[in-house]
């Protein structure tokens, strides 16, 4: 049974310590793809050495966080848009709108989604969007590009039922982590409803724990946590889900 990632950051100071370990525990586990997400560019150099050590495990994004859009944005702009011209990247992200920390720059993060999704339809290729706080926003940007040429996933995708169906007339897949196991967490609710075509697997490393690690440190090998959780909520086996899932990620990120 292989299962793939679709969003890990392992590259960040979390693993520092055992980096290898994390990943050896996760390929033995049966993950054996990882799609890394950028953030900025401090962390571009650690991206591309972990490329290098895992090439047929490890594959990357190139995107400006929207956490990280900052007064000096238009210069991690122009960092995105030069990796992009110099390497193969499996899609554009993670990208999008968070008003959950700061709000202050929300013309900043609208207009550097807006410019992002552009790159990645120029270069037909995925983008893979962050949105806390912010459906509406994120909705309002993505309605100006509705046309073909338009795909993805919505990351950590933590809606209500008619905003999932949003998403997908979006053509773009919802990423499905550990959200899911949560109690509180709301969106076992009505995923059931949502055909597995339209979903993705993910964990979010090292954020958003699973049950029963919620509150430690996630890591790519809890990706088998979600997989039972969503075989229980589809009612099907955790290899027809494994199948399903990593046969949609493939048709999103190509390599």
């Not at 055992?18 to 560019?41: C, H, T, W």
């Not at 207009?111 to 893979?128: H, N, R, S, Y």
């Not at 073909?148 to 039922?161: N, P, R, V």
Request: proline share 3%.
């Amino acid at each position: 049974m292989k299962l793939i990632d679709t969003h890990t950051h392992l590259y960040v100071e979390a693993f520092d310590e055992d980096r290898d370990e994390v990943i050896q525990n996760a390929l033995a586990k049966g993950i054996d793809l990882f799609y890394l997400p950028s953030i900025d560019s401090t962390y571009t150099a650690k991206m591309y050495d972990l490329e290098k050590k895992y090439p047929d495990h490890i594959r990357l994004m190139m995107g400006l966080h929207p956490t990280h859009v900052k007064e000096n944005f238009k210069e991690e702009l122009n960092h995105v848009a030069q990796n992009l011209e110099q390497h193969n990247f499996a899609a554009v992200g993670e990208i999008g709108i968070d008003l959950y920390w700061d709000q202050t720059f929300l013309k900043q993060q609208q207009e550097a989604f807006d410019t992002q999704i552009g790159w990645a339809k120029e270069k037909e290729l995925p983008i893979v969007i962050h949105c806390r706080d912010a459906f509406d926003e994120v909705f309002e940007v993505l309605e100006g590009h509705r046309a073909e040429g338009l795909f993805g996933i919505f990351h950590c995708f933590t809606g209500t039922k008619q905003q999932a169906e949003r998403a997908i007339g979006f053509n773009l897949k919802l990423g499905i982590g550990g959200v899911v196991t949560f109690k509180n967490g709301k969106i076992d609710q009505f995923l059931e409803q949502i055909p597995l075509e339209n979903i993705v697997l993910e964990t979010d490393a090292p954020y958003l724990a699973p049950a029963p690690f919620r509150g430690k440190r996630n890591q790519s090998e809890y990706l088998v946590h979600v997989l039972e959780k969503m075989a229980s909520i589809h009612q099907r086996s955790e290899e027809e889900i494994a199948a399903i899932t990593s046969k949609n990620a493939l048709s999103i990120f190509k390599f």
